[in-house]
């Protein structure tokens, strides 16, 4: 699933390019992704995960907000993390401060490599997807 978010977020970043458009916000994207993608990206958390955090760290390393060190470890430990909250619900009641606040030992410690200011831009897209203001 996580190689098929990235050929579609890539298709998608490469078409607003070749448009000439610049990637100034995530929304940028919303006319480059197709109906197909929107769908997958309600329907699964991991692809949902992926497709979220490609773009998130593309923007990060745009923007200057973060590096792209240690992305793959850190959409590994973004995507078991919301598999766990999302069947749990409790990502609805938190914000970005809380859950980076209560997880941030974790990140330090137990998940080698992660990227701390790339998993809360990572999260903070996730998040401003799952309230609806991001590509819908």
């Known amino acids: 699933m996580q190689g098929r978010a990235a050929a579609d977020f890539f298709t998608a ?4 390019v070749i448009d000439g458009r610049r990637f100034t916000s995530l929304n940028d994207l ?3 992704i197709p ?3 929107l769908e997958k990206l309600e329907e699964d958390v991991v692809y949902r995960a992926a ?3 490609f773009a998130a760290n593309q923007l990060g390393i745009i923007s200057g907000r973060t590096s792209p060190t240690g992305f793959p470890q850190t959409l590994n430990a973004l995507t078991g993390f919301l598999m766990i909250i999302e069947e749990s ?3 609805q009641e ?3 401060r809380e ?3 209560r997880y941030e030992y974790l990140l330090a410690t137990s998940w080698r490599n992660v990227n701390p200011p790339l998993f809360a831009l ?6 401003s997807y799952m309230r609806g203001e991001l590509w819908r």
């Not at 970043?13 to 607003?16: G, L, N, S, V």
């Not at 990572?122 to 998040?127: I, P, T």
């Open 13 to 16: 970043f490469a078409q607003m």
């Open 30 to 32: 919303t006319p480059y």
């Open 35 to 37: 109906p197909a993608v």
């Open 51 to 53: 497709f979220i955090g």
């Open 89 to 91: 619900g409790e990502i």
């Open 94 to 96: 938190w914000t970005i």
């Open 99 to 101: 859950i980076t606040d």
């Open 122 to 127: 990572m999260l903070e897209a996730y998040s």
